[in-house]
Structure formats: C-alpha cells, structure tokens
C-alpha cells in the first residue's frame, strides 16, 4: 500500500525514489483580510490542515505514495486589497507560479499532481491552469476545492462567517477573536450570475453571513468530514491517474 511523504521533509534521493509513481498533493490557500476576527491566513492553514489530515487517513488505503508538497501561502486576492492585510498575486502571476511547480514536478519524473484550493478566488484559476498543465507538461492534474465534499446538508462556505470561522475555532482557535454580533448582512445578486464589485464587499465589511454563530464542534465536525472525504477522493485518485 502507500506511504505519506512530506515533500519539505525528504531529501533528494528519497524524492527520486517515489516521484515517478506518487501522486503529489499540493494545497493551496491565500493571506487576505478575514474581517476583524480571523488572521489573514485562514485559507492557507485550512487548506494545508485538511489535505495533510486526508492525506495521513488516505495512505494506508492508497495504491500508491502520497507525496505531499508545502501549501502555497498566497493566492489571487485582489478583491479583497481595499480592506489591507492582503498579499495578493494577480491571476496571471499564480498561473505561472502552479505552472512552474508542476513544470518542475514533471521534469524531475513526476506524472500526477492534485491541487487542493481553500480559496474562492483561486477557484477559476485552478481549473485553467489543470487543464493548459496536463498537455503542456504530460501530466496528469486533479483540481478540488475542499468544501466540494460537503453535503447539501452542510452549511455553504462563506467568506470569514459562520463556516470558516467554525473551521478555525477547531484548527487554530487560539488565532480567532470574539466576532461581533451583527444582522445577516443584505446579499446584492442576481441568480445564477456572479457580480464583482468592491462597493459589495464594502457593504458587508469583507465577510460573510453571521460568524458569531461559529462554534468549535461544528468546525471539528466538519473538519474530519471534508478530511475523510477528501482522503476517499485520494484514494481514488491514486487508482484512476
């Protein structure tokens, strides 16, 4: 069966010796405002949480080695500069940079390679660069958003509210502050299409729904739910790629 690798952790030759065969994971988040209660690098440490936990549960189920990749800290978060504490690449910039990792996977030997995003914005450019990566490099790319594996049953995911805010209380609660109380703040849309405006953000404060109803449980609860899903996608993904 397969093994877990950290990739940071192993030398050259113990990354030799698995790459041809693994599958690489490489999580991906961003460092941007999360309101006034949760750090700016909520995504990246969910991110980088839920894929080494799905990882550590899919290894021994795994028909082949997991080789896990440090999380890419920064991602496309300009939306989000006017609010500060935001370290944002542009879409072309976190193009090339998820290009040039899985050039550098492929030319070492490396033939599979899966992102795991934690951030809304990167979402489209995940799926681009999966698709231009797979014929540019002969590799084979697998891209999911992590909350893809909740049911219809779950919460949707917001920005800094109810979901993540839960998420954090479980994984690194020491980082959360008290948030505030607040109504649920007015949604401007129209259904089925995305509207992209700074004066949106502006009018609910840069985050979403209601975070003062976070809890820790439920973020555990939710927490082992997108882990153990995500670890059955690996597993499968070990076996088709």
């Known amino acids: 069966m397969g093994a877990l690798l950290r ?11 698995v790459l041809s065969e693994a599958l690489v994971l490489v999580p991906i988040g961003a460092t941007e405002q999360h309101g006034p209660h949760l750090p700016t690098g909520t995504d990246a440490f969910l991110a980088a949480a839920v894929c080494e936990r799905a990882a550590e549960l899919a290894a021994p189920r795994a028909e082949r ?3 896990l990749a440090p999380a890419i800290p920064y991602g496309a978060s300009d939306h989000h500069l ?10 072309q910039t976190l193009l ?32 681009a660069f999966a698709g231009a990566a797979s014929t540019r490099h002969g590799l084979a790319v697998a891209h999911t958003d992590y909350w893809r594996v909740l049911g219809p049953e779950d919460i949707v995911p917001g920005h800094a509210g109810e979901f993540e805010t839960s998420m954090m209380l479980a994984v690194r609660g020491e980082l959360v502050q008290e948030p505030a109380k607040r109504e649920q703040p007015r949604q401007t849309g129209v259904s089925d299409v995305d509207i992209h405006s700074e004066q949106v ?3 609910i404060d840069g ?15 939710w927490f082992e739910k997108i882990s153990s899903g995500l670890a059955d996608r ?3 993904l070990a076996e088709v790629l």
């Open 201 to 203: 953000w502006l009018d």
């Open 7 to 17: 990739w940071a952790e192993a030398d050259r030759a113990v990354v030799r010796g």
């Open 96 to 127: 090339h940079v998820l290009d040039d990792l899985a050039r550098s996977i492929a030319v070492q030997g490396g033939r599979r390679m899966v992102v795991v995003n934690g951030h809304g914005g990167n979402v489209g450019i995940c799926h």
């Open 207 to 221: 985050y979403t729904d209601r975070p003062e109803l976070a809890a820790a449980e439920q973020g555990s609860r």
């Open 82 to 91: 006017p609010f500060n504490g935001t370290l944002s690449l542009s879409a």
């Open 65 to 67: 080695a997991l080789l």
């Open 234 to 236: 690996f597993v499968k």
